[in-house]
């Protein structure tokens, strides 16, 4: 097949970002605010790499699609990580990730997305995010679709510091956005910035608030942990110098009641814990962040008990794992995942009718090695299903998931690029893999 590209002119509108002390000048999308359209679009590109590959569930194997979503060859920054995927309403499939001019977190970096319309193999490529003069880099896209209006949110994180980690910069220097698309990911809007949210946490925690449950606060191993490794106290006062709050994992999640969960971090005097976005009558706020330091990068999913489940990456060899309470805020720490215990990546797990899957590196030597799709009746137990690539890379392991009526498919990060594996056509076989266990 050849390949058709098509340029366009960028149109660039920038939208100031606000002070957390200055929520007067945040337009929230929900007001009496006609939000001007952006269309970003670099190229539409008519891809010739579309292979099959075969993958073994059980004793049979299986012809599945695959697509090299961003190979290398794009006239973009050449290196891709962080690919985040999700389809519409309509169908539609979204692959966004981090555009980088050379591997790791301190250098250059974009957001790009590719959007492919259902019965199209055609990918229109567009960057929705550039690394910014003022305010930085940009990097972690996320996606959440509120499922009752349709509209898709895409969120990132800009740090004005290119080449430091997150950690090293103060409140100014880190901007949290989103734009929203209202046609199907065609058109997206202005930035927004959600650093209003963050007096949530601040005017909860200096009022009393603890980052420590009831029953937690009392526990001389929480505090102790506190000491040991951090060396401060519980009790620290928040204010607008020491907090920084991010979008830090993979897709959220739209509940039945119009109420939309992101996965996210808050880094407090550089101490990393999770927490979770909640947009709730048209407004975003953060929850209470998790009570253990070092938790960070994390998905949110609904149990088969109709629980909010946050499974979290660590800074030591194990996940953490904590049903959420809405109504009082709290988290408990509940059964850990059993896989994910090496590997220190992210992961996403979703709930398919009440079956789980999750994507994770197979690789007993904390390596990103031997992606692994795998499967759970109760979200605690998970049983290989197969192999997704067997890469021998020890950098590229970040994967997402993404499931709508009858589809169900992943995207990974490859030396090659981003790719994007359809499995629809062996869900069935999954599923019954899963459940004869």
């Known amino acids: 097949m050849r390949y058709y590209i098509l340029f366009y002119s960028i149109l660039s509108l920038s939208f100031s970002s606000c002070n957390l002390e200055e929520n007067s000048h945040y337009i929230d999308e929900e007001a009496d605010y006609n939000t001007p359209y952006v269309d970003t679009s670099i190229f539409e590109s008519n891809y010739s790499n579309i292979s099959y590959t075969t993958i073994q569930i059980g004793s049979l194997h299986y012809n599945v699609?695959?697509?090299?979503?961003?190979?290398?060859?794009?006239?973009?920054?050449?290196?891709?990580?962080?690919?985040?995927?999700?389809?519409t309403n309509l169908g539609t499939v979204l692959v966004a990730c981090t555009n980088l001019q050379r591997f790791g977190t301190d250098c250059e970096m974009d957001i790009v997305l590719a959007r492919k319309e259902k019965e199209s193999e055609i990918w229109e490529i567009k960057k929705i995010y550039q690394t910014d003069t003022k305010k930085g880099r940009v990097m972690c896209p996320a996606f959440v679709i509120d499922k009752t209006t349709g509209r898709i949110y895409l969120f990132a994180n800009y740090f004005k510091k290119i080449y430091a980690e997150a950690e090293?910069?103060?409140?100014?220097?880190?901007?949290?956005?989103?734009?929203?698309?209202?046609?199907?990911?065609?058109?997206?809007?202005?930035?927004?910035?959600?650093?209003?949210?963050?007096?949530?946490?601040?005017?909860?925690?200096?009022?009393?608030?603890?980052?420590?449950?009831?029953?937690?606060?009392?526990?001389?191993?929480?505090?102790?942990?506190?000491?040991?490794?951090?060396?401060?106290?519980?009790n620290l006062h928040i204010t607008n110098d020491n907090l920084i709050c991010l979008t830090c994992g993979p897709n959220g999640i739209s509940l039945d009641n119009g109420m939309l969960i992101v996965p996210s971090c808050v880094i407090i005097d550089r101490v990393w814990r999770s927490a979770l976005m909640i947009r709730e009558n048209g407004k975003w706020r953060y929850s209470r962040p998790t009570p253990n330091p070092g938790d960070s990068e994390c998905t949110v999913y609904i149990d088969n008990e109709n629980r909010i489940v946050l499974d979290c990456r660590t800074k030591t060899t194990q996940r953490r794992k904590y049903l959420y309470n809405m109504k009082r805020d709290e988290y408990t720490e509940t059964n850990s995942s059993i896989i994910g215990s090496y590997v220190q990546v992210s992961a996403e797990i979703i709930n398919d009718d009440g079956l789980f899957y999750m994507c994770y590196p197979e690789s007993p030597n904390n390596e990103r090695k031997n992606l692994t799709f795998y499967g759970s009746k109760d979200g605690i137990n998970w049983k290989k299903i197969f192999l997704?690539?067997?890469?021998?890379?020890?950098?590229?392991?970040?994967?997402?998931?993404?499931?709508?009526?009858?589809?169900?498919?992943?995207?990974?990060?490859?030396?090659?690029?981003?790719?994007?594996?359809?499995?629809?056509?062996?869900?069935?076989?999954?599923?019954?893999?899963?459940?004869?266990?």
């Open 168 to 234: 090293d910069h103060t409140t100014d220097e880190v901007e949290h956005v989103y734009k929203y698309s209202d046609d199907d990911g065609r058109t997206w809007s202005i930035e927004f910035s959600l650093k209003h949210s963050w007096n949530s946490i601040i005017d909860n925690y200096n009022n009393g608030f603890s980052l420590f449950s009831s029953t937690q606060s009392e526990s001389s191993e929480y505090n102790s942990l506190w000491y040991k490794d951090y060396g401060k106290c519980p």
């Open 388 to 437: 997704i690539n067997s890469s021998s890379s020890s950098i590229y392991g970040y994967s997402s998931i993404t499931h709508n009526k009858n589809m169900l498919m992943i995207s990974y990060e490859t030396p090659d690029g981003i790719i994007m594996m359809d499995i629809s056509s062996c869900r069935d076989a999954i599923r019954q893999n899963i459940l004869n266990d």
């Open 65 to 87: 699609l695959k697509y090299n979503v961003f190979p290398k060859d794009l006239s973009l920054r050449p290196y891709f990580n962080w690919p985040i995927l999700t389809s």
